[in-house]
Every structure is written in structure tokens, then in C-alpha cells.
């Protein structure tokens, strides 16, 4: 699991919630308590993340800034999947491999195509 899929599961729980705890991003991405510990003891030392045992997390800028980009291409890669119809267990898995290496000219331009094929009403 790549620090940035933390990372995007902290900000989408976070969007969502408002608060975060180790307990909810071990639940979202089906991990122990203590192997997110782990991640958000590293986290923090990258300066992501604002962690204490105990306390709610919170993403630094930095952090919230590498989170809401990957949540970004996660949804814009799912949008278009879905238009193609990808089936979504299919799109997840897809995604996933995906995400961390769509560069932003890449990104931009299926946001673009997506868009347009939503105006038109395309279906496959």
C-alpha cells in the first residue's frame, strides 16, 4: 500500500467525516490498527500528517495537498471508466494502478473528454 492511497483515504474520510481516526482508515482500506500506525508514525515524519496516539488526525497542507490530488484522479479516472462501462469492481482495481502515475496533462485531458462525453449523453 502506497503512502499516497493513505494519504487519499485520510482526505476522502475526512471530507466525509470531518475528523479521522487510526480506527477508520484501518477500516477503509481493510488494514490493522497498528500497520496504519506504522504508516502515520512515517507520515508524520514527511510532514504529511499531524498524528498522536489517541488524537484524531489531521493532514498537514502538504499532506492535504498530495490527498485531494489523488482523490482527484481516482474520480475522474471513475467517471470515465463508468462511461466506457467498466464494471466497478474492475474499475477499483484499474484505478488503483493507475492513479499514482497519470501525469497532469493526462489528467486534464480525460477530465476534458469526460466532461464532453457527458454533454452528449454517451453511452456505450
Known sequence: MEQEDYLETIYDLHEAKGYIR???VAMALN???PSVTQMMQRLKKEGCVIYAPYQPLQLTEKGRKIGKGVAERHKVLAEF???LGIPEKTQLKDIH???HSLSPVTLKTLKE???F???QKFKL
Open 31 to 33: 488494514l490493522s490498527k
Open 22 to 24: 487510526i480506527s477508520d
Open 113 to 115: 473528454l469526460t466532461q
Open 97 to 99: 494502478g493507475i492513479e
Open 81 to 83: 471508466f463508468t462511461i
Open 117 to 119: 462525453l457527458k454533454d
